[in-house]
């Protein structure tokens, strides 16, 4: 355990900035939430930050590659980013989204620009967008072949970008990839199950591993999926211990996996560990019950998990 946040939310955003510092943004618990708190973990204690301009939760947090933090989306201002200065310790507004969306994916891409996914706001939506950090200003790129939220996005090491899962006009097990260089998305190989609010992570060998997440009837699923991006194909592999949706996941220094939290008929307090060479599972314990909690690691070969305002300390020993 380490020290508690100010103020206990969830669905919020934490990103590991270039300090070493960890910045939390947005959430709800007893409302929507635009206070900003910064984690230290050389002393592993939290102090408040400069607030949003508005109030969100259900949005992205993307590190751009100047160090500022961009904000995008989410539940009540679903039009307007914004972005952090650690250095000044006050957000800026950046200009707003074409299409409102919370519920989407961002990820930074290799030339610096940041590519927003999907989501909702009145509808399912397939359209993307581009922010240009060098400039400030967002554009439309192309759209996905199908409209989704609840879905993952995952950069692979060519630069592509896989988006597998979630729901749209109904539950998906269809995955796409955008192509920078061409703006443009194309299908590949659909995932052996439909799943949404499930967990994505790149491994060290450059495949995807997907796990966990809901099915089309609100069950919890344990089976796991890997994306080889060479063959464009989804294999099986073994489940983990425990169902569980809306989890947290992390890639560890050693390349193993760790998977903690969640929801399964209610909060889940275990974790499951995955070692890409053996390819097997292992349930390393139990956390304190924690759902649509974040999980972050930080720059002293330990790891964060957020959840309301209890925090809890994971050493990267595994």
Not at 286 to 291: A, D, I, M, S
């Amino acid at each position: 355990m380490t020290g508690n946040m100010n103020h206990g939310r969830y669905d919020h955003t934490a990103s590991v900035l270039t300090n070493g510092k960890v910045l939390v943004t947005g959430g709800t618990g007893n409302d929507y939430a635009s206070i900003s708190e910064l984690y230290d973990p050389s002393t592993g204690t939290w102090t408040i930050t400069g607030s949003m301009i508005y109030a969100r939760h259900g949005h992205t947090a993307s590190l751009l590659e100047n160090g500022k933090v961009l904000v995008a989306g989410g539940v009540a201002t679903v039009y307007i980013a914004e972005l952090y200065d650690p250095l000044s310790g006050t957000w800026m507004s950046t200009g707003r989204l074409k299409h409102p969306r919370f519920r989407h994916t961002a990820s930074v891409l290799a030339n610096g620009q940041v590519l927003v996914i999907g989501g909702y706001a009145s509808l399912y939506l397939n359209s993307t967008e581009l922010y240009d950090a060098s400039k400030g200003n967002w554009s439309n790129t192309g759209n996905m072949n199908y409209a989704r939220s609840y879905h993952t996005a995952a950069i692979l090491t060519n630069g592509k970008v896989l988006v597998a899962g979630g729901i749209g006009n109904r539950f998906q097990n269809s995955a796409e990839l955008y192509d920078p260089s061409t703006r443009t998305w194309i299908m590949t190989g659909s995932m052996n199950y439909m799943r949404s609010y499930h967990k994505t992570a790149v491994l060290k060998n450059g495949k995807v591993l997907v796990a966990g997440g809901r099915d089309a009837k609100g069950f919890s699923l344990n089976s796991v999926e890997l994306y080889n991006p060479s063959t464009e194909t989804w294999t099986m592999i073994d489940s983990m211990n425990n169902e569980r949706y809306d989890s947290t996941v992390c890639v560890l220094t050693n390349g193993t996996v760790l998977i903690t939290g969640g929801y399964y008929g209610g909060y889940v307090n275990s974790t499951d560990l995955y070692d890409p060479l053996t390819r097997t599972w292992e349930n390393t314990g139990k956390e304190h019950p924690n759902g649509g909690a974040t999980l972050i690691p930080t720059y002293y070969n330990q790891f964060l998990c957020l959840s309301n305002e209890n925090i809890h300390l994971f050493l990267n020993f595994f």
